[in-house]
């Protein structure tokens, strides 16, 4: 018996000593306290990553799912799996390639996001699964090996449809991640994500709005007039 509790022991002493197998080194996330207004139409919603090592990817796939009702918007179903991502940052709205055709996204190739100008857009995509809006899958390609920072920094954007959705929390879930880097010994990277939410406001109401510009207005003036010299 007391043979027994020292090999537990033993066994227990080595796993605290030692890294634990499997800890994410990539995590994605999503900016926190977004709220949106109601029926305030297409909005957008950050994606942050970090890496613990700083590790470098050739490629990632990522899903995504949407609840509570709410669907993305970036790309219309008929052209699902046309959806390339674009590096070209002259079109009138991010977002959009006036070129190729409507609400063809490059939302992970701005200037500030990881791997901006490092991304094969041949070999990438953005789409909604194409019978069910709350549903996105993500693959990126990378032309050179893309270092994650270790710090937490912007790396995408995910547009989302506010149309008809009522007050309340919407959860997003990162359902999946496949990480591959161009290390021979390690080809796939452990990753994990965080998931997150997003808030729907009510809409100020015509008279509130009214009422507080003219409440700013009067305190404006009597401010203005404490300012005016005594004759």
């Not at 699964?129 to 790396?155: C, H, K, M, R």
């Not at 008809?164 to 994990?192: C, H, K, V, W």
Request: charged share 15%; net charge negative; proline share 6%.
């Amino acid at each position: 018996m007391q043979k027994s509790v020292a090999i537990v022991a033993l066994i227990v002493g080595i796993i605290g000593c030692c890294p634990v197998i499997g800890k994410a080194d990539l995590v994605l996330s999503f900016e926190s306290n977004v709220r949106f207004m109601e029926n305030s139409g297409v909005q957008e919603l950050l994606i942050l990553a970090r890496s613990n090592n700083a590790d470098q990817l050739i490629g990632l796939t990522v899903d995504f799912k949407l609840q509570g009702g709410a669907q993305f918007s970036f790309v219309p179903a008929a052209d699902f799996n046309r959806d390339n991502i674009d590096q070209d940052t002259t079109s009138p709205s991010f977002g959009q390639i006036v070129t190729s055709g409507p609400d063809y996204t490059k939302f992970f190739s701005e200037v500030g996001f990881i791997g901006f100008n490092n991304i094969n857009r041949s070999g990438s995509s953005l789409a909604i699964a194409p019978a069910d809006a709350t549903i996105a899958n993500l693959s990126l390609e990378y032309i050179n090996p893309q270092t994650f920072p270790v710090g937490t920094t912007p790396f995408g954007k995910l547009r989302i449809d506010t149309t008809g959705l009522t007050q309340g929390e919407y959860p997003i879930q990162i359902t999946d991640i496949f990480a591959s880097s161009n290390s021979s010994t390690m080809p796939r990277i452990n990753a994990s994500s965080l998931n997150g939410s997003f808030v729907v406001t009510a809409v100020p109401e015509p008279g509130t709005i009214a009422w507080s510009s003219i409440l700013l207005s009067v305190g404006l003036f009597g401010r203005r007039r404490t300012k005016m010299p005594v004759v």
